[in-house]
């Protein structure tokens, strides 16, 4: 395999390497394998369509025209009219990087042979991904059954030569851009719309692209968490690994294990008297309880999501082993609607508790600090209104982390009478990670603001790896300047590729 090659067989992808394959700018080539499957499935179709079988989406009308009988002249025009009518999508469009992965899922999930397309159609669909076009998406519209069925459309679209498309970052016709790339538009034949739309490829690249930025928000969280706890004064106890082995969460343990490396040698704590303060508030004290707790969601849910992106997931499924066709309901995308709640709700927690320490650092009465961490109070109103911030992106976190997967809609005459809703949870959740990136920017901001009152005392060894990475971009405010440029600025200092590794290179794994 060449360095920027990626061998795809439909069972190979993780949250890691499908962000790697996407970020780095991987190619995909398909695994000899793989494609004997697709042959020997497609062999089956062509057999099928010969007889004039009467197969569900091959040669009949789709959702409640199930019954309605399609002549083989007329088989491929009805892929066609299939994409184009089902492309029915509105509001904002879905991030580049997420189209990307809903791209690279489907590819994954027809390499495994038991969708009845032509592996012509399969390798024009990794051409055109390694192309490194970008099919125009809207985000609303799927109701998360029966797949993501509208925005999985679009994306077919672009590949026949429809619709818009980003090329280099600019927007262009599809027709356009597959010329620009050498391509030529695809020309659907039998089960290859339905095989292209019905999936659930659209939640779960959402759920692929966030819960990847949550495994990070959980090590950030721990660091910033640490950095408030030595800004304020407070005490190391409650992370102790007796109290931990009480009651073994794996989450719990090591957050807190995190802490202690974080924490270790810290001249700050060294120099106060312990016995002052017999313990601290929930927001400090119980991090390992709440931050593990988070933790153990993401790593849970990380799992089931995984089992997702290396599954078929359309409609009717074809088994060359048995000559089988067979109609089912992997399309259903309950068990990505129940994670992306689930996700939702942790990430709302863990911004949170980061919110509540925010609010205590700020509050001079509780830190021990200047108030709103500024000495020149009054004239200037210091860190004030960014704890207000912090304040509004967690209550409205409150909002997105309302299930949507407790709702159901009826669809299609009410043939389909149960969906998922999982495209909408799985939105709520990439929503809720945006946010809580501000919310853990704003903690840092406000705890190294802290630690520089206690100069020149330093913190834990990894507390202090951060603050000094922190201080080469971000410095102390003294004076009023505009907060946001300084939450902007604060929250690209950590979500820069080198600042978890610069940390974890003293505290270890965290």
Not at 463 to 491: F, P, T
Request: aromatic share 6%; charged share 20%.
């Amino acid at each position: 395999m060449a360095k920027n090659e990626y061998i795809i067989d439909g069972s190979n992808l993780t949250v890691e390497n499908s962000i790697s394959i996407i970020r780095q700018g991987l190619k995909l080539k398909l695994h000899p394998a793989s494609a004997k499957k697709v042959n020997a499935s497609r062999k089956l179709v062509e057999e099928w369509i010969a007889k004039d079988e009467v197969i569900y989406g091959i040669t009949t009308g789709f959702g409640e025209f199930k019954n309605v009988k399609i002549s083989v002249k007329d088989i491929n025009i009805l892929q066609h009219n299939l994409v184009k009518s089902h492309s029915a999508g509105v509001g904002n469009l879905i991030p580049d990087d997420v189209v990307r992965l809903m791209i690279l899922f489907r590819i994954n999930s027809l390499a495994k042979g038991f969708s009845g397309v032509r592996l012509e159609l399969l390798e024009s669909l990794i051409k055109f991904f390694n192309s490194g076009l970008i099919p125009l998406i809207p985000s609303q519209g799927s109701v998360g059954s029966s797949g993501d069925l509208s925005p999985l459309s679009q994306l077919a679209l672009a590949l026949i030569g429809e619709g818009k498309c980003k090329l280099n970052g600019r927007v262009i016709s599809s027709s356009a851009a597959l010329k620009k790339c050498g391509l030529k538009p695809v020309q659907l034949s039998a089960k290859e719309g339905l095989a292209l739309i019905n999936g659930t490829q659209m939640m779960t690249a959402y759920v692929c692209k966030s819960i990847y930025d949550a495994i990070n928000l959980c090590k950030l969280a721990d660091i910033s968490g640490a950095m408030s706890l030595d800004a304020m004064r407070g005490i190391e106890n409650a992370f102790d690994k007796k109290i931990h082995e009480m009651r073994p969460h794996a989450g719990q343990t090591k957050c807190a294990s995190n802490l202690r490396a974080l924490l270790k040698n810290s001249e700050i704590m060294k120099s106060h008297d312990h016995k002052v303060k017999i313990q601290d508030a929930y927001s400090l004290r119980c991090m390992p309880q709440v931050h593990g707790a988070v933790r153990d969601t993401v790593n849970y849910c990380k799992g089931i999501l995984e089992t997702e992106i290396n599954s078929v997931t359309d409609n009717p499924l074809i088994f060359p082993e048995t000559g089988e066709y067979i109609s089912g309901g992997n399309f259903h995308g309950e068990p990505v609607a129940f994670i992306a709640d689930f996700l939702a709700i942790a990430i709302s927690e863990l911004g949170s508790i980061c919110e509540r320490r925010t609010a205590r650092i700020v509050d001079g009465s509780l830190s021990g600090l200047p108030r709103f961490l500024t000495d020149k109070g009054g004239l200037h109103s210091g860190l004030m209104i960014a704890q207000y911030t912090s304040a509004a992106l967690v209550s409205e976190n409150k909002v997105l982390s309302h299930p949507a997967s407790v709702d159901s809609i009826p669809t299609s005459a009410n043939q389909e009478d149960h969906n998922s809703m999982g495209s909408i949870g799985a939105r709520k959740f990439f929503n809720v990670t945006e946010n809580v990136k501000n919310v853990i920017a704003i903690e840092f901001l406000c705890a190294a603001q802290g630690l520089d009152f206690h100069l020149p005392m330093k913190s834990g060894a990894g507390v202090n790896a951060a603050y000094q990475l922190i201080r080469k971009k971000s410095k102390h405010i003294s004076n009023d300047g505009i907060l946001n440029l300084e939450i902007e600025n604060m929250k690209s200092i950590i979500l820069d590729n080198n600042f978890l590794p610069a940390v974890e290179k003293v505290t270890g794994k965290l």
